[in-house]
Every structure is written in structure tokens, then in C-alpha cells.
Nanobody, 127 residues
Framework: QVQLVESGGGLVQAGGSLRLSCAASGRTFGHYAMGWFRQAPGKEREFVAAISWSGRNTYYADSVKGRFTISRDHTENTVYLQMNSLKPEDTAVYSC????????????????????WGQGTQVTVSS
């Protein structure tokens, strides 16, 4: 079992930045691949970014590529999402997810591929 708690969301003007954190507890954090997803009102949950167990491989949705950066700190059991040049269309609830038995290099982009989810943190970008 893995418990995930997100933080760092808030209200920001367009063009601004936020850094989201996802703190993990429970089973050894280092054995899990991690991802960030978001869900806007009236829309389905969508993939944002993913990082492998090793941290060397990352993958991004086209809509955030070049603006968002995912990273992880094994010593802190935390994964981060640095979000720059935010746009109003980035407004959503952002959730982190963990996938066990992931190997060292794999990244995952589908909701169904993840085993554990956090409650989410609201990000609102004003125009």
C-alpha cells in the first residue's frame, strides 16, 4: 500500500509558476513509477507527465511539453511537478499516481496503468 498526498496548488495569474509536490508513504517509494494527471470540470482525467523508477526517463503530454518538468527525490519520497508559463487552460485538479512493479526505466501514461492515487490539489490560472 502506498499513500500519496499532493500539495502546492493555488491561484496564479497566466504566465506564472507553481510547483506541486506529491509525498509518498507506505511501501518503498523507490519501487514505483510515478505520474501526474489532471481533471478539469466536465472533462475526463488526462495525463500530464510521468517519471520512471530511476528518474532518468520522463514523458509529457504535448500540451505541457516545454513548460512543465517532473522530477523525484528518493531521499524525500517525493515527486514534483514544476509548472511554468501557466495558461488558463491548465486550470484543473492535479493528482499524482503510483505504479508498482514498474521496472527501472518504464513510464506510464494511462489512468488504468496506475495502482494508487492521491486526493488531488486545485490549480487555478486566471487570465
Amino acid at each position: 500500500q502506498v499513500q500519496l498526498v499532493e500539495s502546492g496548488g493555488g491561484l496564479v495569474q497566466a504566465g506564472g509558476s507553481l510547483r506541486l509536490s506529491c509525498a509518498a508513504s507506505g511501501r518503498t517509494f523507490g519501487h514505483y513509477a510515478m505520474g501526474w494527471f489532471r481533471q478539469a470540470p466536465g472533462k475526463e482525467r488526462e495525463f500530464v507527465a510521468a517519471i520512471s523508477w530511476s528518474g532518468r526517463n520522463t514523458y509529457y503530454a504535448d500540451s505541457v511539453k516545454g513548460r512543465f518538468t517532473i522530477s523525484r527525490d528518493h531521499t524525500e519520497n517525493t515527486v514534483y511537478l514544476q509548472m511554468n508559463s501557466l495558461k488558463p487552460e491548465d486550470t484543473a485538479v492535479y493528482s499524482c499516481a503510483a505504479r508498482g512493479l514498474a521496472g527501472t526505466a518504464a513510464v506510464f501514461v494511462l489512468v488504468s496503468q496506475y495502482d494508487y492515487w492521491g486526493q488531488g490539489t486545485q490549480v487555478t490560472v486566471s487570465s
